[in-house]
T-cell receptor, first 113, second 110 residues
Framework: GQQVMQIPQYQHVQEGEDFTTYCNSSTTLSNIQWYKQRPGGHPVFLIQLVKSGEVKKQKRLTFQFGEAKKNSSLHITATQTTDVGTYFC?????????????FGKGTHLIIQP | EAGVTQSPTHLIKTRGQQVTLRCSPISGHTSVYWYQQALGLGLQFLLWYDEGEERNRGNFPPRFSGRQFPNYSSELNVNALELEDSALYLCASSFVNTQYFGPGTRLTVL
C-alpha cells in the first residue's frame, strides 16, 4: 500500500532560524495536504497542493509539490515560538480506489528562544 | 459554525473491556474518518464512513468497528481492549477533500 515518509522526525531550531520538513510518497499523489498539530491539540488543515511543481505561500510558510507529484516540502522562514508543533503531510493516491488520506508520521518542531 | 465534536474527552478502561467513542461532524459534512494517534506512530487511518456506509478501513483488527447514523454522527467501538490501544482517537469530517479534526478522545487502557 501507499506509504508516506516524513523527515526529520524531530527538529530543534533557535527562534529566528528557518525550518524545513520533507515528505515523500511511495506512489504518485493526486494531491498533498499539510496539517499542523499544536501540543495537546488536534491537527488543523494548513493547505492543499494539487498541481505538479506547485508552490504556495502563507506568510512565512512556503509549500512545494514536486514535479513528479511524489514529494513535498514545507519551509518556515524565521521561526517564531508560535510555530511550535507537529507538522504532518498527508497524501491521496492518484491511482483512485478508496478515499482516505495517508499521513506521514509528522515532524516535531521544537523552538528554543 | 460548530466544529467537529467528540465525546468523551478522556476515558480510562482496563484490558478486556469494551469502549464506544462518539463523533459529530460539522453540519453538512457527510463523511467521517477515524484515526488512531498513538505515541510516536503518527496518525493511523482506522475507518471512513460516508452516507451511512463504511467505505474503507485501515489495517486494524475486526475488534475495531463503528457505524454512522442517519444524522452523519458516528461511533467507534473497540472490543477486548489491549494495552496498546491506549492512544488519542481522532475523528474528522470532510468537505471538498479537506479534513476537519475534532479534539479527540484520549483512551488509556490499564
Amino acid at each position: 500500500g501507499q506509504q508516506v515518509m516524513q523527515i526529520p522526525q524531530y527538529q530543534h531550531v533557535q527562534e529566528g532560524e528557518d525550518f524545513t520538513t520533507y515528505c515523500n510518497s511511495s506512489t504518485t499523489l493526486s494531491n498533498i495536504q499539510w496539517y499542523k498539530q499544536r501540543p495537546g491539540g488536534h491537527p488543523v488543515f494548513l493547505i492543499q497542493l494539487v498541481k505538479s511543481g506547485e508552490v504556495k505561500k502563507q506568510k512565512r510558510l512556503t509549500f512545494q509539490f514536486g514535479e513528479a507529484k511524489k514529494n513535498s516540502s514545507l519551509h518556515i522562514t524565521a521561526t517564531q515560538t508560535t510555530d511550535v508543533g507537529t507538522y504532518f503531510c498527508a497524501g491521496r493516491d492518484s491511482g483512485g480506489g478508496a478515499d482516505g488520506l495517508t499521513f506521514g508520521k509528522g515532524t516535531h518542531l521544537i523552538i528554543q528562544p | 459554525e460548530a466544529g467537529v465534536t467528540q465525546s468523551p474527552t478522556h476515558l480510562i478502561k482496563t484490558r478486556g473491556q469494551q469502549v464506544t467513542l462518539r463523533c459529530s461532524p460539522i453540519s453538512g459534512h457527510t463523511s467521517v474518518y477515524w484515526y488512531q494517534q498513538a505515541l510516536g506512530l503518527g496518525l493511523q487511518f482506522l475507518l471512513w464512513y460516508d452516507e451511512g456506509e463504511e467505505r474503507n478501513r485501515g489495517n486494524f483488527p475486526p475488534r475495531f468497528s463503528g457505524r454512522q447514523f442517519p444524522n452523519y454522527s458516528s461511533e467507534l467501538n473497540v472490543n477486548a481492549l489491549e494495552l496498546e490501544d491506549s492512544a488519542l482517537y481522532l475523528c474528522a469530517s470532510s468537505f471538498v477533500n479537506t479534513q476537519y479534526f475534532g479534539p479527540g478522545t484520549r483512551l488509556t487502557v490499564l
